[in-house]
């Protein structure tokens, strides 16, 4: 079952896809009373509605959900959130026991923290790796939406899932995006067994923090597997792991080495922005 709310089409272009690659059910979320077509007008009340905790009330009722046992759920960001009336909807149904494969579009900001949000909603239900468009890529999603779906049927979790991607493979390049506010970097990872697990771990969504004054830092759901894995010996851009506090360390100014600190990989793209991020980051697997 495919749910989704649109207001400029986007979000519906991608629904359609996945409709269109799985035969899905289809249900659109659409408030009883319209939003108004002016763009600006709509930002203000998006606004207003999410300092409000607005719960707009959905039109017409989503009927047989009990038949269903995946959910995709669909919506844009709306000021880093979901719109107010995806809260209605998660109000008013029950996915507990279902699973959850979340997809945003948007000018940029992904998932925010709305992967956090949905599970604080249905805290019952489980949650795939997401798939996050911006509003230009989802005009033509079709084939991100097959990569997408790839990945979820050969059980891994994230975007853009490297279906090939062997594990004891150590030359095989994987990446990692790290999504903020402040915008994303591009990690390579090394092919280490740490590596690996953090990123059998994707999507993550949770708070980034200060350290020092050289690193962000945050902190996997699970400790990594550091078996044979090659201590951190990069400067500025590597990404590390200290085994003894659980932490992942992107650092953005130089290092000394140190016997419990491994190296995960390196940033390749926007590592200026390492050092500005903060709030809730979002880590998702890449090809
Ligand atoms: C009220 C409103 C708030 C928005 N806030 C954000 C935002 O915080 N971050 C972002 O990247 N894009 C934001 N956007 C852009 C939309 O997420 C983006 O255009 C999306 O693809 C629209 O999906 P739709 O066509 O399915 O409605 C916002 C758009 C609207 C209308």
């Known amino acids: ?36 077509d002016d763009y600006d007008a709509l930002l203000d009340i998006a606004k207003e509605e999410q300092a409000e905790g607005a719960r707009p009330a959905i039109s017409g009722r989503l009927e047989n959900l009990e038949q269903y046992d995946v ?10 959130d979901m719109p107010m009336i995806l809260y209605t909807f998660l109000d008013e149904y029950d996915l507990s026991g279902k699973t959850i494969a979340p997809f945003v579009t948007s000018g940029g900001s992904g998932f925010s923290g709305t992967i956090n949000a949905i599970e604080s909603a249905e805290p019952d239900a489980a949650i795939t790796g997401g798939l996050s468009l911006g509003s230009s890529e989802a005009r033509e999603p079709e084939q991100a939406v097959a990569d997408w779906l790839q990945g979820l049927e050969s059980g891994e979790s994230g975007i853009k899932v490297m279906t090939n991607y062997d594990k004891g493979d150590e030359k095989m ?9 402040q915008g994303q970097v591009t990690y390579e990872l090394n092919g280490s067994a740490a590596a690996s697990s953090l990123r059998g771990q994707l999507p993550l969504s949770l708070a980034v923090e200060d350290f020092s004054t050289n690193e962000k830092i945050f902190y996997p759901t699970q400790a990594l597997d550091t078996t044979d894995s090659p201590l951190a010996k990069g400067g500025a851009g590597t990404l590390a792991y200290y085994a003894p506090w659980g932490d992942a360390v ?8 140190n016997p419990d600190l491994f190296e995960l990989g390196t940033a390749t793209e926007r590592a200026d922005i390492i050092s500005k991020m903060s709030g809730t980051i979002t880590i998702l697997a890449a090809e």
């Open 250 to 257: 992107m650092f953005y100014g130089d290092f000394r080495e």
């Open 1 to 36: 079952m495919v749910v989704y709310f649109s207001w400029s089409g986007n979000t519906e272009a991608v629904a359609e896809a996945i409709v269109q690659q799985t035969g899905a059910d289809v249900f659109r979320i659409q408030p009883e009373t319209p939003y108004t």
């Open 71 to 80: 959910v995709f759920l669909g919506f844009p960001n709306w000021w880093g």
């Open 173 to 181: 390049a994987a990446k990692i995006i790290v999504q903020s506010e």
